[in-house]
């Protein structure tokens, strides 16, 4: 099946500073994927859609200058926490659509922990 | 917007008993529903989908969920539970958003087996 990787699996920052999270398709292309954000006990919620050679689509209430998304290639997209604060430390997943209706392939997440 | 709502944050069975976890959504038409299991260290992985036919659908795992519209219900069951379904649930919608394929999750429920 589809494989969604995501690196790192786990980064501690400073707080003040930048972080990279890649989200790579490991045997497929996909043109768009998916971001989310895991709060502790709570559900996933979408932060953006990045688009391969144009701009991400963010979901209300998401910052952007916060959250860059970049989507640089078919197989590859980077979600960049910018000036991180200890409220942005979370879980963070990435996914790529199928081929079927809604069909998702999920990473397995990049807990972030800003300290 | 759609909506998912789990009314469980955690529930806990012995191991052999029967499971099931409740999943209520909030859609007008005919939903595009979804059951995942997520592990740690491991992506969300798809149980089972509805999207229309048989509202009794087989999942993998030896789940299966029935889809109820006069309760606007999906609710996830499973004879008899083993100790590696201990995890998180997550029921799910399909939402389409400017011509994007997106997911509504609800809050998820643990799942704790006791041996």
């Known amino acids: 099946g589809a494989v969604v990787s995501q690196h790192p699996s786990r980064v501690i920052c400073k707080s003040g500073t930048s972080v990279k999270i890649e989200c790579r398709s490991l045997?497929?292309?996909?043109?768009?994927m998916f971001w989310y954000r895991q709060f502790p006990k709570k559900s996933l919620m979408l932060m953006a859609t990045?688009?391969?050679?144009?701009?991400?689509?963010?979901e209300q209430g998401v910052e952007k200058d916060k959250f860059l998304i970049n989507h640089a290639s078919l197989t590859l997209s980077t979600l960049t926490v910018t000036s991180a604060h200890p409220e942005d430390s979370s879980f963070y997943i990435c996914s790529a659509p199928g081929t079927g209706y809604f069909e998702q392939y999920f990473g397995p997440g990049t807990r972030l922990t800003v300290t | 917007a759609q909506s998912v709502t789990q009314p469980d944050i955690h529930i806990t069975v012995s191991e052999g008993a029967s499971l099931e976890l409740r999943c209520n959504y909030s859609?007008?038409?005919?939903?595009?529903l979804f059951w995942y299991v997520q592990s740690p260290g491991q992506g969300l992985q798809l149980l089972l989908k509805y999207f229309s036919g048989d509202t009794l659908v087989q999942g993998i795992k030896g789940f299966e969920a029935e889809f109820k519209r006069s309760q606007s219900s999906f609710n996830l069951r499973k004879p008899s539970v083993h100790w590696s379904d201990a995890a998180e649930y997550f029921c799910?919608?399909?939402?389409?958003?400017?011509?994007?394929?997106?997911?509504?999750f609800g809050q998820g429920t643990r799942l704790t087996i006791n041996p």
């Open positions: 990045s688009n391969e050679g144009s701009k991400a689509t963010y």
């Open positions: 859609y007008g038409a005919t939903p595009y």
């Open positions: 045997d497929f292309q996909a043109t768009t």
């Open positions: 799910a919608v399909g939402e389409r958003d400017q011509g994007a394929q997106k997911l509504v």
